[in-house]
């Protein structure tokens, strides 16, 4: 029983230390263009260390009148 209440505080402790840790800054190299070719279309361009995506905007794919966001990209760039 010690054991397990040891193993349970010791698994919160890491829990927590692992969600306070903070992310690295994002540091676009200036030597290297991620979209050197000037990919279309860019509806809402983010910017990651690794690479460059354009998500789609709140157009009408469907045509059902309604604007589609969907939480996929159109493409990504590495």
Known sequence: MKIRILM???VLCVT???AATNYKPI???DTY???RWGTEPKDRIKMFRAFITSFDGPDDD???GIPDTLGVPNWVSY
């Open 62 to 64: 469907t045509g059902d």
């Open 33 to 35: 263009q991620h979209d």
């Open 8 to 10: 349970g505080a010791a």
């Open 16 to 18: 927590i230390q692992a």
């Open 27 to 29: 540091d676009h190299a």
